[in-house]
């Protein structure tokens, strides 16, 4: 019989622990970032799951030791933690330190690293950092990225878990593309034709009639040939669905409420990453401004002298001067823009009878970009089962979506968050492929 205990955790301990430890003997693990080897001994600055640690070792004996360390060695580290002598801000907890009694190597990389992860900003055409990707991403800025995303992600995980909603998970092979068209990939389903999910949608709204309130944090697939900084064939889309709303403007202001808790989380969490990004953290007022799709082609054409008023949709241009408009005009570095087009939305988003061929349906513009599309579903079944027709789609091959509206739904609606999308806006970056840790575009495929 094996025994497993919780002995020996003294590995898994956080930043936090570490500050309210000194003067007290540790052992821990990690793998060496860097060395600063001076006439005294060394500086030797730990990745850990926790961040980074830096670790100060004598000469006195350990002249061997140190001229076998190297970077990207597993090490175990016995040492006593004090308050750090001299506060590098590159490193977290910069508060304190290990003064280590020993070290000893657990593993060690078979050739060195081609690049040099050790510099304080990993200066590497995007081919390149993508390429290495199992590498490139153990340097702090770019494991930094991933971070906040994360804490975005939780946020929008506490946020909605606080307010009833139910976390769901829905299939990614499906029947039938949720937003139809031809950027869908098909696969093989045994003999038979399948489709990668572009949407949760189908299942959301399944989930109205189960729990009422649901969400989903999860990958969608996008066969988009195109190839833009903004754009990925994978991506992380976090939704949610809501039962009996009053209108698509209820799901509008709980996105901010949501957004405003993602924002704190982030803050919170990684206070750190965001510094040593240079982040300028987005605020978010009592309220986000909001204007129809034909007022915002109003102001484009205005500011641009471009006339814009017959497109169905906003170009790139667009949401850029529209973010700086609202920026200046309203103070908001958000922006809602809502009806548009029956023929620019997907078949179940419902129609405003007050405003026939435009929907009940938004996008968010954020510092330029579109990161969130959403609006108000048809819940009932003639409806839906109308506007396919309308569509040119046969309700027979939705007949399994179709039960939810069939059994019965209450007034719906929801949306998508591009994860990607928002954390690059956050952090200025200006291709999402830097915000996604490995990336999937229609040239690539590795790593």
Known sequence: MIGISDKGMTNLLSAETLEGMAGEKVTLHGVIQ?????????????????????????????????????????????????????????????????HVDSIDIISAPAVQPPVDTTKKVLDLHIDTNLDLRPLSLRHPGERARLKIAESFALGFRESLSNMGFTEIRTPKICSAGAEGGANIFKVDYFGRPAFLAQSPQFYKQMGVGIFERVFEVGPVFRAEPHQTSRHINEYTSLDFEMGFIDGFEDVMALEVAVLRHCLYRV?????????????????????????????????????????????????PEEEKILCRYSKEEWGSEFL?????????????????????????????????????????????Y?????KMKKFGLDPDDFESYLQAHKYGLPPHGGLAIGLERMTARILDVDNIRLTT???????????
């Open 382 to 386: 003639e409806m839906q089962v109308e």
């Open 34 to 98: 860097r060395i600063r080897c001076l006439g005294w001994g060394a500086f030797i600055v730990l990745r850990r799951h926790d961040g980074l640690l830096q670790c100060v070792m004598g000469n006195d004996g350990n002249e061997e030791i140190l001229d076998n360390l190297d970077v990207e060695q597993s090490v175990e580290v016995t040492g006593t933690v004090k308050e750090a002598g001299i506060k590098d801000n590159s490193i977290h907890p910069a508060s304190v330190e290990i």
């Open 267 to 315: 803050r919170k969490n990684t206070s750190y990453e965001l510094e040593m990004l240079g982040a300028k953290m987005p605020e978010i007022g009592e309220q986000i401004p909001s204007i129809t799709l034909e007022e915002a082609h109003r102001i484009t054409s205005e500011i641009s002298g471009k006339n814009c008023m017959r497109e169905p949709d906003l170009e």
């Open 437 to 447: 840790m490995f990336p999937r575009d229609a040239k690539r495929l590795t790593p």
């Open 336 to 380: 809602f823009v809502t009806h548009f087009p029956t023929e620019k939305r997907p078949f179940y988003t419902m129609d405003d009878p007050a405003n026939p061929g435009t929907t009940l349906s938004f996008d968010l513009l954020f510092r330029g970009l579109e990161v969130t599309t959403g609006g108000q579903r048809i819940h009932e």
